[in-house]
């Protein structure tokens, strides 16, 4: 039902002549995994450009010899470790106040360098906080390490840098632990199409390496119904925030 609202309204789209932007952004990934071979596949095979966010610590060459050939792929810093210093019952959060901001910041330049050395023309300076959270402190000192962009969750916000948030998280976190139900998702969708103001782009959300059948199955009906519409346009981050 909300599918084929979502079309109608593209349709009446390109009917006045008037296109979506649209963004990819998918999180965790480290190493080559069948996962990563799968998003990778579904990705070009709509060309649709894609922002890998990559968790610094433990990724290596592996990672960046198999992201050498594929040209529509950028990698952006992903915390450093991943792992949450937050005392519980808070959210989970490696970017807080939990530690000496110094500590965090030396963590961030730290992963900010060893990505862009692995990565080179792939690696984009953009932070993706891990879990979408990070205090304002840290973001203030973000344009200092070198970062141009902050991504996190939901509309954009005034900040220290550009923001290019995504804004339709296709995994259900607090029950199934998998994809959401596609009607709900293209309802989601239909919302984020008729916000007011308009998102200047809508970004997708996902986590390749936790997809279960229905996360895959919606992001390739997604593309299938999205990629190749004149009402859209699936665009790579650095070229949004190039204006
Ligand atoms: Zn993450």
């Not at 610590?57 to 915390?79: K, S």
Request: glycine share 6%; aromatic share 6%; proline share 8%.
């Amino acid at each position: 039902m909300s599918r084929a609202l979502v079309q109608q309204h593209l349709d009446d789209l390109a009917g006045q002549g008037r296109r979506v932007d649209f963004w990819l952004r998918d999180d965790d990934a480290v190493r080559p995994t069948p996962a990563l071979e799968r998003l990778l596949s579904l990705a070009a095979r709509h060309a649709v450009p894609l922002t890998l966010a990559v968790i610094p610590e433990e990724t290596d060459e592996d990672l960046a010899d198999r992201l050498a050939a594929e040209p529509d792929v950028t990698v952006a810093v992903h915390g450093w470790s991943h792992r949450s210093y937050s005392k519980p019952p808070a959210k989970k959060q490696e970017l807080g106040l939990d530690r000496p901001l110094n500590m965090v910041l030396d963590e961030l330049a730290a992963g900010f360098r060893k990505l862009e050395a692995l990565h080179g023309p792939r690696f984009q300076p953009m932070l993706v906080p891990p879990w979408n959270r990070i205090a304002a402190e840290i973001v203030e000192a973000l344009p200092d390490l070198g970062f141009r962009s902050l991504s996190v969750f939901g509309r954009e916000k005034p900040a220290a840098l550009p923001l290019l948030n995504t804004h339709l998280d296709i995994m259900d976190w607090h029950g199934t632990y998998g994809g959401r139900p596609s009607d709900s998702l293209y309802a989601e969708l239909l919302e984020h199409l008729h916000a007011e103001p308009a998102l200047s782009a809508i970004g997708v959300l996902t986590h390749h390496l936790v997809h279960d059948a229905a996360a895959w199955d919606f992001l390739e009906d997604l593309l299938a119904l999205t990629a190749r519409h004149p009402a859209c346009r699936w665009r790579a981050a650095p070229d949004l925030l190039a204006g």
